[in-house]
């Protein structure tokens, strides 16, 4: 956009006079406004110039003071005024303002009419916005045909940096570096792009949402170096960060939208690069949600099929499972998230493996850890640490709230499918105890929760056979005969361990024993009689108070 100074290039504006705000002649101007009305503000768009022979202020000059202060935060470009029509001269008070704003007020000669003078810095300013239009179709239809045959991310970028003729970043969603000009190959650039990095990762939402910045130059103690960012759209809920240092040092023709059409052309690059992915990740889903649903049965198969996903074999085998909180997404949005969350994985699990596998089933994301096998039970912790890590940097960046179920290591590769099942157990009870943000890691289920899964119906009868009419003790004596019968078994059938636990004679043991063999009608000392018997005993809570 062309400044105010730019216009003493115009014939008309040759013998004009500045009269105050020098300052301010750096300002932007777009437009040209002919008004001779007070309320011109209500009419006036952005970085106009103001083109008046002040007739409306004939009897009161410094009235002029308050249509300063009212088109200065439009903000307004200046006002070029014809004195000697009806005002003679600005009052000193009316000057004054305007240098203390730094507000342009310029004189035009007597000997001009304000319809030559609009016309002619119109043409000027139109004229510079036709080239500019024009340099941004250029621009585009290059890139097009940069992207059409096939050129990557980093040579548009680099491309993009040439024509532009200063440096540039590309920032993933998350403030990752994605791509860079050649600038930053210099030591004193990196440093510059480990700062931008830094500042963008720690506060993404706050700089998503500014178009222009000011930082610190870390090269350079108390300067600032300027940036401009334009965000780039793709399939992701969140834009990529195009950033353009010092936009204010761009040569002539490039304009903001010269550099939107670039942008624009990057975006579809992104998009096609996500379609690939997209692509890969839809064949690595289907491979990995039929493993887990037990579909591949054959090692073999599985270690084949799983070569070209990253699966490897004679490791140690976790599955997580990760599921958002509260709302329901469906698996289109998932996989808008999908590239989103697994950078924050990868990086939280890079000190465990750097062989983990992401996966989706049911919109709901699968880590599959691998890690080398025997992996000692510290794992357990570390695992822990890291998807608390995760799931930290999840809400404080994206405000996603996520739990996790994690299944039980395994060493076979063929028990991946019980690891997942376990993970989703997990995840399925952390829910119903924790309802958010939690991470459950699998127990394996007790005897007791075993027996608990089978008809109570049957349960009983079985309970009732075995134990026969001490099933439920009428009295102390049969009380009695139950309890030394359990601490019997449970101390492998030793009499004297048995006697000294009960704090009774051996001789009572035996006698107990014996009377309990008598009313059951069997031996307690054959194994399956015992392996009956224990069971039944630990089904008696269930059967007594």
């Given at each position: 956009?062309?400044?105010?100074e730019?216009?003493?290039?115009?014939?008309?504006?040759q013998?004009a006079?500045?009269?105050?705000?020098?300052?301010?002649?750096?300002?932007?101007?777009g437009?040209?406004?002919?008004?001779?009305?007070?309320?011109?503000i209500?009419f006036?768009?952005e970085?106009?110039?103001?083109?008046t022979?002040?007739?409306a202020?004939?009897?009161?000059?410094?009235a002029?003071?308050?249509?300063?202060?009212e088109?200065?935060?439009?903000?307004c470009?200046?006002?070029?005024i014809?004195?000697k029509?009806f005002?003679?001269?600005?009052?000193q008070?009316?000057?004054d303002?305007?240098?203390?704003?730094?507000?342009?007020?310029?004189?035009?000669?007597?000997?001009?009419?304000?319809?030559?003078?609009?016309?002619?810095?119109?043409?000027?300013?139109?004229?510079n916005?036709i080239?500019e239009?024009f340099?941004?179709?250029?621009?585009?239809?290059?890139?097009?045909?940069?992207?059409?045959?096939?050129y990557?991310?980093?040579?548009?970028?680099?491309?993009?940096?040439?024509?532009?003729?200063?440096?540039i970043l590309?920032?993933?969603p998350?403030?990752?570096?994605t791509?860079?000009?050649n600038?930053?190959?210099?030591?004193?650039m990196?440093t510059?792009?480990?700062?931008?990095?830094?500042?963008f990762?720690?506060?993404?939402?706050?700089?998503?949402?500014?178009?222009?910045?000011?930082?610190?130059?870390?090269?350079?103690?108390?300067?600032?170096?300027?940036?401009?960012?334009?965000?780039v759209?793709t399939?992701?809920?969140y834009?990529?960060?195009?950033?353009?240092?010092?936009?204010?040092?761009?040569?002539?023709?490039?304009?903001?939208l010269?550099?939107e059409?670039?942008?624009?052309?990057?975006?579809?690059?992104?998009?096609k690069?996500?379609?690939?992915?997209?692509?890969?990740?839809?064949?690595?889903?289907?491979f990995?949600?039929?493993?887990v649903?037990g579909?591949?049965?054959?090692?073999?198969?599985?270690?084949?099929?799983?070569?070209?996903?990253?699966?490897?074999d004679k490791?140690?085998?976790?599955?997580?499972?990760?599921?958002?909180?509260?709302?329901?997404y469906?698996?289109?949005?998932m996989?808008?998230?999908?590239?989103?969350?697994s950078?924050?994985i990868?990086?939280s699990f890079?000190?465990?493996?750097?062989?983990?596998?992401?996966f989706?089933?049911d919109?709901?994301?699968?880590i599959?850890?691998q890690?080398?096998?025997?992996?000692?039970?510290?794992s357990?912790?570390?695992?822990?640490?890291?998807?608390?890590?995760?799931?930290?940097?999840?809400?404080?960046?994206l405000?996603i709230?996520?739990s996790?179920g994690?299944?039980?290591?395994?060493?076979d590769?063929?028990?991946?499918p019980?690891s997942?099942?376990?993970?989703?157990?997990?995840?399925?009870?952390g829910?119903e105890?924790?309802q958010?943000?939690?991470?459950?890691?699998y127990?394996p289920k007790?005897?007791?929760?075993?027996i608990r899964l089978?008809?109570?119906?049957?349960?009983?009868?079985?309970?009732?056979?075995?134990?026969?009419?001490?099933?439920?003790?009428?009295?102390?004596?049969?009380?009695?005969?139950?309890?030394?019968?359990?601490?019997?078994?449970?101390?492998?059938?030793?009499i004297?361990?048995t006697?000294?636990?009960?704090y009774?004679?051996?001789?009572?043991?035996?006698y107990?024993?014996?009377?309990?063999?008598?009313?059951?009608g069997?031996?307690?000392?054959?194994?399956q009689?015992?392996?009956h018997?224990?069971?039944?005993?630990?089904?008696?809570?269930?059967?007594t108070?």
């Amino acid at each position: 956009m062309k400044k105010v100074e730019d216009l003493f290039f115009v014939d008309v504006f040759q013998e004009a006079t500045v009269l105050a705000g020098h300052v301010g002649l750096k300002r932007d101007v777009g437009a040209i406004e002919i008004s001779e009305t007070p309320d011109v503000i209500h009419f006036l768009a952005e970085n106009s110039l103001v083109v008046t022979t002040g007739y409306a202020f004939k009897d009161d000059p410094l009235a002029l003071c308050n249509l300063i202060s009212e088109i200065n935060e439009r903000p307004c470009a200046g006002i070029a005024i014809k004195l000697k029509r009806f005002i003679d001269t600005i009052p000193q008070p009316v000057l004054d303002l305007a240098n203390e704003l730094d507000f342009p007020i310029i004189q035009i000669p007597e000997s001009l009419t304000l319809g030559t003078v609009a016309h002619q810095l119109l043409s000027f300013i139109w004229d510079n916005q036709i080239e500019e239009l024009f340099y941004a179709i250029h621009i585009h239809k290059k890139f097009t045909n940069m992207m059409i045959k096939g050129y990557k991310l980093q040579t548009l970028i680099e491309n993009l940096s040439s024509l532009l003729k200063c440096p540039i970043l590309l920032l993933d969603p998350i403030g990752d570096v994605t791509s860079f000009s050649n600038h930053f190959q210099k030591s004193t650039m990196q440093t510059v792009m480990t700062k931008v990095e830094g500042l963008f990762k720690n506060n993404m939402d706050s700089y998503r949402e500014n178009d222009t910045l000011l930082i610190p130059n870390p090269n350079a103690e108390g300067t600032d170096i300027s940036i401009r960012i334009f965000k780039v759209k793709t399939m992701r809920p969140y834009p990529y960060l195009l950033i353009i240092f010092n936009p204010e040092k761009l040569p002539y023709p490039s304009s903001q939208l010269a550099i939107e059409q670039a942008s624009t052309v990057i975006s579809f690059t992104l998009l096609k690069n996500e379609a690939i992915r997209e692509s890969s990740r839809l064949l690595e889903n289907n491979f990995f949600t039929s493993l887990v649903d037990g579909n591949i049965s054959s090692k073999q198969e599985i270690i084949h099929g799983g070569k070209l996903h990253g699966l490897i074999d004679k490791l140690a085998y976790i599955c997580v499972v990760c599921k958002i909180d509260g709302e329901q997404y469906s698996t289109d949005n998932m996989n808008k998230l999908y590239d989103h969350l697994s950078k924050y994985i990868k990086s939280s699990f890079f000190e465990i493996t750097t062989e983990n596998i992401i996966f989706m089933k049911d919109a709901s994301f699968v880590i599959l850890l691998q890690s080398p096998a025997n992996t000692t039970c510290d794992s357990k912790i570390l695992i822990e640490e890291r998807l608390e890590e995760f799931q930290q940097n999840i809400y404080a960046n994206l405000k996603i709230p996520l739990s996790f179920g994690v299944g039980s290591l395994y060493n076979d590769v063929t028990a991946i499918p019980s690891s997942y099942t376990e993970a989703v157990e997990a995840w399925t009870k952390g829910a119903e105890i924790f309802q958010h943000q939690f991470i459950n890691f699998y127990e394996p289920k007790q005897l007791i929760e075993l027996i608990r899964l089978i008809p109570e119906e049957n349960l009983a009868k079985f309970y009732e056979n075995n134990l026969r009419s001490l099933a439920y003790p009428k009295n102390k004596d049969e009380e009695d005969l139950v309890n030394t019968l359990l601490v019997y078994l449970d101390n492998n059938c030793e009499i004297a361990m048995t006697s000294r636990k009960l704090y009774v004679h051996r001789n009572t043991v035996k006698y107990r024993i014996a009377k309990c063999e008598d009313i059951l009608g069997y031996s307690i000392h054959d194994s399956q009689n015992s392996l009956h018997l224990r069971t039944a005993l630990l089904m008696r809570t269930m059967f007594t108070k």
